[in-house]
């Protein structure tokens, strides 16, 4: 079993959607996730960061992290065009220890 | 806003050519890291640096070596390039030991001929 698992997609979307993008792994020990968004030809850029269980909202965007089922998520409302990428989830164990990717889930939205 | 550079966008070699790529981060980050990165196989880890003159091995270092001289700059090199090597190269940084939060450049597409 992989440590962390993201469904490739691609996922297509029409603008103004909810889109829930998800990653699960198998290392209990992971405290720190973090979502990271990639436009083509680019290099990933920090979206979202969180420390053990819960929720964190920016805006149009939610993290949620449910340590119990080792599963996160982001949420996104009211999907824009610009918010067309490729999404990495990251988590480590430990500050200052090597982060763990996903190989990111490729979101289209259309206007 | 941490600001990572990398030296080139493209970069086209050929086989057995020395290559250097250059990555310079301007938040005085004590962490450095370079990644490849390849469809269905994702970000992987070929050398990181916790301070100057340090280096560590990610998880696939064969074939790569590493250069840190200077807080600001980590250099990976391709001692002799070959076609497995064509890939896109990003370089991130982090500000120490007691953070997890990346900071990527925007990467250098590599074509070994």
């Known amino acids: 079993q992989k440590e962390v698992e993201q469904d490739p997609g691609p996922l297509s979307v029409p603008e103004g959607a909810i889109v829930s993008l998800n990653c699960t792994y198998s290392?209990?020990?992971?405290?720190?996730f973090m979502w990271y968004r990639q436009y083509s030809r680019k290099g990933p850029e920090l979206l979202m960061y969180t420390y053990s269980s819960g929720n964190k909202e920016d805006g149009r965007f939610t993290a949620q992290v449910d340590k119990s089922s080792k599963y996160i998520s982001l949420f996104i409302r009211d999907s824009q065009p610009s918010d067309s990428a490729t999404y990495l989830c990251a988590m480590s164990h430990q500050a200052g220890t090597a982060l763990i990717f996903g190989k990111g889930t490729t979101l289209s939205v259309s206007s | 806003d941490v600001k990572v550079t990398q030296s080139s966008r493209y970069l086209v070699k050929r086989t057995g050519e020395k290559v250097f790529l250059e990555c310079v981060q301007d938040?005085?980050?004590?962490?450095m890291f370079w990644y490849r990165q390849d469809p269905g196989l994702g970000l992987r880890l070929i050398y990181f640096?916790?301070?100057?003159?340090?280096?560590e091995k990610g998880d696939i270092p064969e074939g790569y070596s590493v250069s840190r001289e200077k807080k600001e700059r980590f250099s990976l090199i391709l001692e002799s390039a070959s076609t497995n090597q064509t890939s896109m190269y990003l370089c991130a940084s982090r500000p120490g030991e007691h953070y997890n939060e990346q900071f990527f450049g925007p990467g250098t597409r590599l074509t070994v001929l």
């Open positions: 290392n209990s020990a992971f405290q720190y």
């Open positions: 938040m005085d980050h004590e962490n």
């Open positions: 640096s916790y301070d100057v003159k340090m280096k």
